[in-house]
């Protein structure tokens, strides 16, 4: 009945731009801190992004100052605006959604930077 769906995934150049969505269901959204995660191939899947209900964010260092998170409550989506793209963003990327001891996942969407 939980349902993270994610969007936005593809190819895209060096440089470029992306916007993933995550469409959740089945959940009080506004009460739960939502987040994106990635994971690339051989690596342990690492937070990119959250924010929560009151609006704090906190970013992985590698992309501060390139991406930023945004939810929007009525719409029960949660964005990842990725800029200045660079082939290390190379990943599945998977939305969180997590309040107390719930914690739900997407199926991941494939970002791929390169030339």
């Known amino acids: 009945q939980v349902q ?9 150049q060096p440089g470029g731009s992306l916007r993933l969505s995550c469409a959740a269901s089945g959940i009080p959204f506004v009460l739960y801190t939502t987040g ?12 990119v992004a959250s924010t929560t209900r009151q ?11 390139r991406f930023t998170i945004s939810r929007d409550n009525v719409k029960r989506t949660v964005y990842l605006q990725m800029n200045s793209l660079e ?13 107390s001891s719930n914690d739900y996942w997407g199926q991941g969407t494939q970002v791929t930077v390169s030339s």
Do not use: H, I, M
Not at 55 to 65: L, M, Q, R
Not at 87 to 99: G, R
């Open 4 to 12: 993270l769906v994610e969007s936005g995934g593809g190819l895209v």
């Open 36 to 47: 994106w995660y990635r994971q690339a191939p051989g690596k342990q899947r690492e937070l």
């Open 55 to 65: 609006g704090s964010t906190n970013y992985a260092d590698s992309v501060k100052g």
């Open 87 to 99: 082939p290390e963003d190379t990943a599945v990327y998977y939305c969180n959604a997590y309040f």
